[in-house]
């Protein structure tokens, strides 16, 4: 039976929450299906050259490791009410080294793979799968172990605590540039298979781009990620040079899954660090919507590991029996791992021997028997010591009959495996880092019967499942000797007992539970958080069109957040030399009037956009400066200035009590900012700050307390962006502002000098003020009749710069200031529409879709198929040939 039939024939007992439960929530609108995405498929693509045919023989085979996760595909696929589809990378093609060459050109490459052909292999994968909705991912360079290098490379250790040497980082940029190609990749398959109301599940680190890669494309889809591995602690994760991309990455899912809490709190630890979002225990506020983050550790399946390890007949009774027969009078410590730096294989071995020192009486009576797989990322140095330490002990404490340490350097046969879990008298893992270890798991299954106990290093995900265990400290090798000590002696009722605990716990905690508890959880937050009315997108062609047949045009551009980043330091936010550019350009078109609309002060604008033909506004709209103009007039002047003493005071007092935070004092205006701060600290300082102003100033004053991006600013009421809107708008256009009139705006401009088209860009809370009077402005004239434009409206756009998620009353959004530079660009003339849409598309070989290396590829392929035809005829016409001779 292969491991798929297997699997067939055995049924699980676990449901899952089904689509049809979710069909009385209003707006749950489900497809009833998921989609499973994975790094590789269960099973792998084998070819063999036949020299004689010139054809080359594919197979296809199940593929080791990874069980629990295949397990919960299969259970999805077989047992719930799911149409369950697996996304996955066919790995890497086991080809036999064929590459002809013919005139120095590569003729045939078992990798040049024509469309027929990867169909006929689909169906071979669809067959050995036992489904019909298996979706390989194509990516048929050579070198493919290229698409792994990032991952395995850099991430894998990094998450595991094991940091690089220095290098000049080329190597790294090059692993990078394929690690985004193989998110892309993916992107690019589910865009070919999804539907609306699919819930899409994520796995593991070599796919962290794609659930924001996804959430662009597929805003209102299901998503959910998880995490196999560790997430390591802000102080590793924060060496990663591409540690924003990776976290903004992570951020497009709904819902972020962990295995233990540890990686969940680091990772929210990450996102406030790092990204200096906001965030709860579980929770991250980010792009104007809420990501969930919870600790949900894999099982196993238990039923099938059970079924396998006791099955009748199937010869494991006799591989137990020959066991216990060699070992005879000896108790066996068990320890499966993977030969690297984080499983602990050396900190095993320094406590094996320390115990046969401590306890001689044990000597001769213990064996270790460890099986070791390659790791992948290989350790010249663990290897090494490995052998020098077996060496070491066996001959310190070993004889011509005893071998206290016997090394299986392999991958054993499962039934020989599941045998040696049933044998043994105690099973001790001792990683120093680890997500989930299933072999802990798979032991306590196996002691159904015996009972021996469990010894678990505190440094693994599964520590925090089998808290009943007995934990112990890696790195602790006196402890550890200690333990082992005290874990033979324990009487049989006692061990009894602890496995019973155990085996309750790793029962309930099964593989089925595991993944139908995500894909309730997934959607159970995307329910509450997912808004229907999403903002859309700019259109930037619409816009284009638009603008060109405008001519009395206003430009409405808050600064920080919209025309440049958000930025750690307030001084830092300088404008680039591309805004620079596009703002002059602007600007020398006399059908253009461009104002500023900022809560900076005079000076900060004076020194940045001062010699520019542009209209300034300072302080959230104390201040203006028309346009040409030098003079600046505070529009506050006749306000009650009092309260700025008070404020400077309970800023003050927090500023002590925050180390990192700083009050900026403008003229009118004040602001206390906290982004510097430690993030928990800065969140919890200034929801105090702010409430304390709130009851206070707030009360005493006509003064307004905002929340700004990690600051707080207290500004008079009656003065705000959008009352500077409406007095802009509203003016005769192009002509000069009476900026001393209290009247800030009139009625009477007529129609012809009103502007035809209106572009305000604004990211922050004090901009959807500017949007708001807009609307209003433009409810006025739909009121009064004014004629609409060829577009059918007035040429007004109140653009939100944030996620299409981000709560706004504007009625587009662009996502971030570069692509405000992008769309000004191309009002400017000097981005092509081309450039600022498109998206990139790969092709199978993960080369850029109809690029040079793409099309000498298609080229190199075909011409090998036409070869392969060529061959396989005249292999037939020899055939007729030899067959007509004969007769
Ligand atoms: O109305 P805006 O032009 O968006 O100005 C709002 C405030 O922006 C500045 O603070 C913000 O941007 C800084 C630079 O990126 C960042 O370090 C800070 O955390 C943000 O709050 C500015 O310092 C304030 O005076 C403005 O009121």
């Not at 997912?530 to 009395?552: A, E, Q």
Request: charged residues 25%; negative net charge; hydrophobic residues 35%.
């Amino acid at each position: 039976m292969t491991e798929i039939e297997e699997l067939k024939a055995y049924p699980a007992d676990c449901s899952t929450v089904s689509p049809k439960d979710y069909a009385n929530h209003t707006h749950a609108k489900l497809s009833g299906r998921i989609l499973n995405v994975m790094t590789t498929l269960p099973t792998q693509i084998i070819s063999n050259y036949d020299p004689s045919s010139g054809d080359y023989l594919w197979d296809v085979e199940a593929v080791r490791g990874n069980s629990a996760l295949y397990s919960s595909q299969h259970f999805l696929d077989q047992h719930s009410d799911w149409e369950s589809h697996l996304i996955a990378w066919t790995g890497e093609i086991n080809a036999s080294k064929v590459t002809r060459w013919q005139n120095g050109d590569n003729v045939d490459d078992a990798l040049y793979l024509v469309d027929e052909d990867k169909q006929e292999l689909e169906a071979k994968l669809r067959e050995a799968n036992g489904s019909e909705n298996i979706h390989p991912v194509w990516l048929l360079r050579r070198d493919q172990s290229r698409w792994r290098k990032y991952a395995e490379k850099v991430l894998w250790p990094v998450f595991h605590y094991i940091q690089g040497q220095p290098s000049d980082g080329k190597e790294e940029a090059e692993a990078w540039h394929d690690y985004v190609k193989f998110n892309e990749v993916y992107l690019n398959k589910i865009k070919s298979v999804y539907k609306p109301g699919d819930v899409i599940l994520i796995h593991d680190y070599y796919l962290l781009l794609l659930p924001q890669l996804l959430r662009m494309e597929f805003p209102d889809a299901y998503i959910g990620l998880f995490l196999h591995i560790p997430f390591p602690s802000s102080e590793y994760f924060r060496c990663l040079s591409k540690r924003t991309q990776l976290l903004d990455g992570m951020l497009g899912a709904d819902k972020i899954g962990f295995q233990s809490g540890s990686f969940q709190r680091h990772f929210l630890s990450c996102c406030a660090r790092l990204l200096g979002f906001e965030v709860t225990s579980d929770k991250v506020f980010a792009f104007g919507t809420t990501i969930s983050v919870e600790t949900l550790p894999i099982g196993v399946d238990t039923k099938k590991i059970e079924h396998d390890a006791f099955l009748p007949d199937s010869g494991i009774e006799e591989k137990v029996t020959a066991l216990k027969e060699l070992y005879k009078g000896k108790k066996i410590i068990v320890g499966r791992d993977r030969l690297d730096k984080v499983r602990g294989v050396v900190q095993k071995l320094e406590a094996f021997g320390m115990f046969l020192e401590m306890y001689p009486e044990w000597r001769e009576k213990v064996v270790l028997i460890q099986v070791s797989s390659p790791g992948f990322t290989h350790s010249a140095n663990v290897e090494s010591k490995v052998t020098e330490l077996i060496n070491q002990i066996n001959s310190q404490y070993g004889n011509l009959n005893y071998t206290p340490i016997l090394h299986y350097q392999m991958m054993i046969p499962k039934d020989e495996y599941l045998a040696l879990l049933r044998v043994a008298d105690l099973a001790l893992i001792t990683s120093v880092r680890d997500g989930m270890n299933t072999t802990a798991f798979e032991f306590v299954i196996c002691q159904k019967y015996n009972s021996s106990p469990l010894v678990l290093s505190e440094f693994t995900g599964t520590a925090s499942v089998l808290n009943e265990a007995i934990l112990i400290n890696p790195w602790d090798t006196v402890g550890i000797a200690k333990t082992i000590n005290e874990a033979f002696l324990l009487s049989d009722k006692e061990k009894q007992q602890l496995e019973a605990r155990l085996y309750e716990k790793v029962t309930s905690n099964t593989v089925q539970n595991w993944i139908s508890t995500f894909i309730r959880d997934v959607i159970d937050h995307s329910l509450v958080t997912h808004v229907t009315n999403y903002t859309p997108t700019l259109n930037r062609p619409l816009l284009l069109k638009n603008y060109l047949n405008s001519s009395r045009r206003l430009f409405l551009f808050d600064y920080d957040g919209t025309l440049t980043p958000i930025v750690k330091e307030p001084a830092a936010a300088i404008p680039s030399d591309k805004l620079n550019r596009i703002l002059d350009v602007l600007a020398a078109d006399p059908k253009n009037q461009i104002w500023i609309i900022s809560g900076r002060d005079q000076a900060f604008l004076d020194k940045w956009m001062g010699d520019k033909n542009v209209g300034l506004s300072a302080e959230h709209g104390c201040f203006m400066k028309d346009l040409g103009s030098k003079e600046w007039v505070n529009l506050a002047a006749s306000f009650d200035m009092s309260w700025q003493a008070k404020v400077e005071e309970v800023y003050k007092d927090y500023t002590e009590k925050t180390p990192g935070s700083h009050i900026e004092r403008k003229k009118v205006a004040l602001t206390w900012h906290y982004r510097r701060a430690d993030p928990e600290l800065g969140n919890y300082q200034a929801a105090k700050c702010l409430h304390q102003l709130n009851e206070t100033i707030a009360k005493e004053y006509d003064c307004e307390v905002m929340a700004g991006k990690a600051n707080i600013e207290v500004r008079p009421k009656f003065l705000n962006k959008g009352e500077i809107v409406k007095r802009l708008v509203l003016h005769p256009h192009g002509s000069k502002q009476d900026l001393h009139n209290e009247h800030c705006h009139s009625d009477a401009t007529a129609a012809d000098q009103l502007p035809d088209f209106v572009l305000c860009l604004g990211d922050d809370l004090t901009d959807e003020d500017m949007f708001r009077s807009l609307k209003t402005i433009e409810a006025e004239w739909t009121e009064q009749g004014l004629p609409k434009n060829e577009f059918g409206s007035y040429g007004v756009y109140p653009v939100a710069v944030g996620p299409a998620s981000k709560q706004t009353v504007a009625t587009s959004h662009l996502n971030e200031p570069s692509q405000v530079l992008e769309t000004l660009g191309l009002l400017a003339g000097q981005v092509s529409l081309f450039e600022s849409a498109g998206t990139v598309e790969l092709d199978d070989r993960g080369h850029l879709a109809n690029s040079e290396s793409s099309e000498r590829s298609k080229t190199a392929i075909e011409r090998a198929a036409s070869l392969r035809r060529k061959a396989s005829l005249d292999k037939e016409m020899n055939k007729k040939t030899s067959t007509n001779g004969k007769i």
